[in-house]
């Protein structure tokens, strides 16, 4: 589920058993089996099958009952809306990861082949260079600087 905004790790400990959560999260147990039937709430089990609640839980619970009650949405639209909410944590995840890789790559590409120069191996193989520093001198080694197209200097 959508993490509230302002929970910290400890909030995903499941330590209120269904009387306690429905109590902070001003609701009657049943709306917090129902909810739970719906999966707009789901909660820890212990291994009697006691549903234990975690603060996000309760949060969730608040947040469910304000958007059914305040806003009018049904409990479908509901579902969908926490779903979605779900989906756009994970693609922001991703990015973020992407992002990363990305930086990585650039930081590679960069530290090889960011000046663009390349040599002529001694047999006629294509090389990376260091801008500046001339390659070793072999038979038949030519150098070429590489500059892409729009790039050129007059």
Known sequence: MAAPRGFSPDDD??????????????????????????????????????????????????????????????????QRILELENQVVALRSRVAELQDELEQARAAAHGHLGARVFAVGPSGEVVPARAGQRPRVERNQALVLWRPLGSQRS
Request: a positive charge; charged letters at 20%; glycine letters at 12%.
């Open 13 to 78: 400990v499941p330590v209120f058993v269904i009387s306690v959560a429905a109590t902070l999260a001003g609701l009657h147990a049943q709306t917090l089996r129902q909810y739970d039937r719906l999966g707009l709430v789901t909660p820890s089990r212990t291994r009697g099958g006691g549903r234990r609640y975690s603060g996000r839980d309760v949060a969730l619970l608040r947040e469910v009952q304000r958007l059914s009650q305040e806003e009018g949405v049904s409990l479908a639209g509901i």
